[in-house]
Every structure is written in structure tokens, then in C-alpha cells.
């Protein structure tokens, strides 16, 4: 087996994806952003990150790794969850702000308060 793969089957790796994490819907229960609730959805959205172990991909507590390291993938679609999983949490105004940030840290910066006030 090699480290990708160990990684990405590891449950306690941040880099494990169940199969039910669809990269659309983050869970039916999480708040979505709009301009008065920050908030909430910003406790709620780093406790459901947490839960799923990938807030290290928010705090870059892990970086990107280059091309060529081998788990340069994993972190590729463990990223761009997390990513898909923000956008789809926000209102439709505050997306198209959103929508071409390509790291899921650049959404880590951006996670306070004044800085998304600014968006919207």
C-alpha cells in the first residue's frame, strides 16, 4: 500500500473522504452565510470542519504539497472539498465573491468577520 493511499484510507487522516461526503452538500444541518448571521455559521461551519478533520486544511496546518510529492492528490481533492463544501454554504450573493479562490486557507484568511463583511 502505498502513503496515498494509507493516508486517504485512515479515518484519522485528514486526507480520508468518506463516501458519503459528497462535495456539493457539507450536511443538511449547517447554516447558511448571509449577511446577518455570520456568527452562527462561522460555529458552525469550523465545528462540522473539525468533525470531518479537515479544518487543518483552513488553518494551514497542512500545505500543499508540490506536484510531485505523493500526496499531492489526496491534498488536491481534500482541498477542493473543503472548498466546494464553503461555497455551497453561503448565500448566492456572497458565492459569486467566493467562487475563484482555489485554496482552501485563502478561505481561512478571509474567515473573519470584517473581512466578509467586506465581501458582502
Excluded at 505523493?70 to 461555497?87: D, E, F, G, M, P
Amino acid at each position: 500500500m502505498n502513503t496515498e493511499t494509507g493516508q486517504s484510507l485512515n479515518v484519522h487522516s485528514p486526507y480520508y473522504l468518506h463516501l458519503s461526503e459528497s462535495p456539493a452538500i457539507m450536511d443538511e444541518t449547517t447554516i447558511m452565510l448571509d449577511p446577518m448571521n455570520y456568527n452562527s455559521w462561522s460555529h458552525s461551519m469550523l465545528t462540522t470542519l473539525s468533525a470531518k478533520n479537515k479544518i487543518e486544511f483552513m488553518d494551514e496546518t497542512i500545505s500543499q504539497p508540490i506536484i510531485t510529492h505523493h500526496l499531492h492528490y489526496a491534498w488536491k481533492r481534500c482541498n477542493n472539498t473543503v472548498i466546494s463544501w464553503i461555497v455551497h454554504s453561503v448565500s448566492s450573493s456572497i458565492r459569486q465573491s467566493l467562487l475563484w479562490m482555489d485554496n482552501a486557507k485563502t478561505y481561512g484568511k478571509i474567515w473573519s468577520p470584517d473581512t466578509l463583511k467586506e465581501i458582502y
